[in-house]
């Protein structure tokens, strides 16, 4: 290597950087200035395909595996050093943004850019990811295609998703060509890094340059079913009544307190009502609805639930209503890699970026590959927290400094040769 270059002042080329944003926005349009480029449609192809051609420029071999990910890869010196992965997602939402999972995988390129033109040499090779699927919206669910790779779902069940017209997830990735050769979930990983906006409003309230995500978030999703009697409103005396919305008020109540007992580290609340029969005037007989507790920590996810299972049916029972629930949806907190936690805080020290510790609030593909190998993520701040939308915005700095600590925090990871 070039020995005359400080490494610890080395930095992207913002302006690089922004441009490779912006062409890739041009791929694929919205209607209010960001874009449209769901997974395995015709706009999706040619996002992935202006992205092979920038990778292979950059000297970098592709390859993609059976979920159509695509794996660019800069050889290392070392043929036995596992890879060091950075990257995220080129899927946008219907009416998405232009850095939502674009930053992470524009950026990992830029990266490697500079790497090339400082004749950086590394120990262990270093790939850039686009996972498939990461958005969920045409086929569910979100992160489909690293949650094959990481074993939490079948390839064929994946195949099997189906868009709103009836379109299968095989059928579409095969249609636009990238289905890959590799199989899924072979590759084996040194450590991955995964660079995205915040889509959260912390860091910019705060001021911060890079947040240094140590957590992802946990959910529980409790199905509740409250069962009384209809009857009606007018003629049933109040002592012989028994209302089921009355059940539904005092648990709505009961999981804001919960939540409330262990700020800020939790969140509750019940996004999702159906009323029987629904009528003016019948008492109703049965409310089905969901609660949804959130946490970064697994002990407080475990401390909600309990004290939950222990006084919902005492209150329902209080009021002549019955409740049954049922767990629908689970997902227990990622911690991600200390190693790598430190590598990305250390990068934003070295650089003189501001930084805080911070919990990602979304999934990400991160989160599963974590599960598998060392992995951490880098955010960077948007404007009013404003993501899954069309006018989602970062300024161009934010973009550059997150750029520059995932720099720093690969090339320590993957060891750079002298
Ligand atoms: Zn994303």
């Given at each position: 290597?070039?020995s005359?270059?400080?490494?610890?002042?080395?930095?992207?080329d913002?302006?690089?950087?922004?441009?490779?944003?912006?062409?890739?926005?041009?791929?694929?349009?919205?209607?209010?200035?960001?874009?449209?480029?769901?997974?395995?449609?015709?706009?999706?192809?040619?996002?992935?395909?202006?992205?092979?051609?920038?990778?292979?420029?950059?000297?970098?071999?592709?390859?993609?595996?059976?979920?159509?990910?695509?794996?660019?890869?800069?050889?290392?010196?070392?043929?036995?050093?596992?890879?060091?992965?950075?990257?995220?997602?080129?899927?946008?939402?219907?009416?998405?943004?232009?850095?939502?999972?674009?930053?992470?995988?524009?950026?990992?390129?830029?990266?490697?850019?500079?790497?090339?033109?400082?004749?950086?040499?590394?120990?262990?090779?270093?790939?850039?990811?686009?996972?498939?699927n990461?958005?969920?919206?045409?086929?569910?669910?979100?992160m489909?295609?690293?949650g094959?790779?990481?074993?939490?779902?079948?390839?064929?069940?994946?195949?099997?998703?189906?868009?709103?017209?009836?379109?299968?997830?095989?059928?579409?990735?095969k249609?636009?060509?990238?289905?890959?050769?590799?199989?899924?979930?072979?590759?084996?990983?040194?450590?991955?890094?995964?660079?995205?906006?915040?889509?959260?409003?912390?860091?910019?309230?705060?001021?911060?340059?890079?947040?240094?995500?140590?957590?992802?978030?946990?959910?529980?999703?409790?199905?509740?079913?409250?069962?009384?009697?209809?009857?009606?409103?007018?003629?049933?005396?109040?002592?012989m009544?028994?209302?089921?919305?009355?059940?539904?008020?005092?648990?709505?109540?009961?999981?804001?307190?919960?939540?409330?007992?262990?700020?800020?580290?939790?969140?509750?609340?019940?996004?999702?009502?159906?009323?029987?029969?629904?009528?003016?005037?019948?008492?109703?007989?049965?409310?089905?609805?969901t609660?949804?507790?959130?946490?970064?920590?697994?002990?407080?996810?475990?401390?909600?639930?309990?004290?939950?299972?222990?006084?919902?049916?005492?209150?329902?029972?209080?009021?002549?209503?019955t409740?049954?629930?049922?767990?629908?949806?689970?997902f227990?907190?990622?911690?991600?890699?200390?190693?790598?936690?430190?590598?990305?805080?250390?990068?934003?020290?070295?650089?003189?970026?501001?930084?805080?510790?911070?919990?990602?609030?979304?999934?990400?593909?991160?989160?599963?590959?974590?599960?598998?190998?060392?992995?951490?993520?880098?955010?960077?701040?948007?404007?009013?927290?404003?993501?899954?939308?069309?006018?989602?915005?970062?300024?161009?700095?934010?973009?550059?400094?997150?750029?520059?600590?995932?720099?720093?925090?690969?090339?320590?990871?993957?060891?750079?040769?002298?």
């Amino acid at each position: 290597m070039n020995s005359s270059v400080d490494k610890s002042n080395m930095r992207i080329d913002g302006a690089r950087l922004w441009d490779s944003l912006m062409d890739m926005a041009k791929v694929g349009p919205g209607i209010a200035g960001g874009n449209n480029r769901q997974t395995l449609t015709d706009e999706d192809a040619a996002g992935r395909a202006l992205f092979q051609s920038w990778c292979e420029a950059a000297g970098m071999t592709m390859g993609v595996d059976t979920m159509g990910n695509m794996f660019a890869t800069r050889a290392g010196t070392d043929p036995d050093a596992l890879p060091v992965y950075m990257g995220s997602h080129l899927d946008t939402q219907p009416t998405g943004g232009k850095y939502d999972g674009v930053l992470g995988v524009l950026g990992a390129l830029e990266a490697v850019r500079t790497m090339n033109d400082l004749g950086l040499k590394t120990k262990h090779p270093i790939v850039i990811a686009n996972w498939t699927n990461e958005e969920g919206t045409r086929f569910a669910p979100a992160m489909l295609a690293s949650g094959v790779f990481a074993g939490k779902h079948t390839q064929d069940w994946a195949y099997d998703r189906v868009d709103a017209e009836g379109k299968s997830f095989g059928d579409e990735l095969k249609r636009i060509g990238w289905v890959g050769s590799e199989q899924v979930g072979a590759r084996k990983m040194h450590a991955m890094f995964e660079l995205h906006i915040e889509q959260g409003p912390i860091l910019e309230a705060e001021k911060k340059d890079i947040g240094v995500v140590t957590h992802g978030q946990g959910l529980r999703w409790i199905e509740c079913t409250v069962t009384g009697k209809e009857s009606h409103t007018g003629s049933t005396p109040m002592p012989m009544r028994k209302n089921a919305g009355r059940g539904l008020a005092r648990i709505t109540e009961l999981v804001h307190e919960i939540a409330m007992k262990h700020q800020p580290n939790a969140v509750g609340a019940i996004g999702h009502v159906d009323v029987y029969p629904n009528s003016r005037n019948i008492i109703p007989g049965k409310v089905v609805f969901t609660i949804d507790f959130r946490s970064h920590l697994q002990d407080v996810i475990d401390a909600m639930l309990e004290e939950f299972y222990d006084r919902a049916p005492k209150l329902c029972d209080e009021i002549g209503v019955t409740l049954e629930t049922e767990i629908v949806g689970q997902f227990n907190p990622p911690a991600f890699d200390e190693a790598c936690v430190t590598a990305v805080r250390n990068a934003a020290e070295t650089l003189g970026y501001s930084h805080m510790d911070i919990v990602s609030g979304a999934g990400h593909d991160a989160c599963w590959i974590n599960d598998l190998y060392p992995t951490s993520m880098i955010m960077c701040p948007c404007v009013d927290g404003l993501s899954h939308n069309e006018a989602e915005e970062i300024s161009p700095e934010w973009a550059a400094a997150g750029a520059d600590v995932l720099l720093h925090a690969v090339l320590a990871t993957a060891q750079v040769v002298e």
